[in-house]
Nanobody, 121 residues
Framework: DVQLQASGGGLVQAGGSLRLSCAASGFTFDDYAIGWFRRAPGKEHEGVSC????????YYSGSVKGRFTISSDNAKNTVYLQMNSLKHEDTAVYYCATRAGWCDLNGMDYWGKGTLVTVSS
């Protein structure tokens, strides 16, 4: 079974950094894409970043581009989201999700439980 588990959330001051981890099992990274999403209080679900292992392409939303970096450790079946220069508006529950093939933030098939990131202003 495909399973995903996000971790690494916590409380951080504005301007600080956190690294989220998405531990995956039940599938091979080579044929899949993994994305990071977030839902902030009172806001819509937002696709933050995605990596497609079939071609190595990455995607970032405009709100995080230049501050967040997606990466992976294939040996550990883990995808990371390094978040720098955090802002109060980055406060949200962060989720990772996956689908076969390319990144399609509107078409992810499997979702993990989220991890809460709180940025104090």
């Amino acid at each position: 079974d495909v399973q995903l588990q996000a971790s690494g959330g916590g409380l951080v001051q504005a301007g600080g950094s956190l690294r989220l981890s998405c531990a995956a099992s039940g599938f091979t990274f080579d044929d899949y894409a993994i994305g990071w999403f977030r839902r902030a209080p009172g806001k819509e679900h937002e696709g933050v970043s995605c990596i497609s292992f079939s071609d190595g392409k990455t995607y970032y939303s405009g709100s995080v581009k230049g501050r967040f970096t997606i990466s992976s450790d294939n040996a550990k079946n883990t995808v990371y989201l390094q978040m720098n220069s955090l802002k109060h508006e980055d406060t949200a529950v962060y989720y990772c999700a996956t689908r076969a093939g390319w990144c399609d933030l509107n078409g992810m098939d499997y979702w993990g439980k989220g991890t809460l990131v709180t940025v104090s202003s």
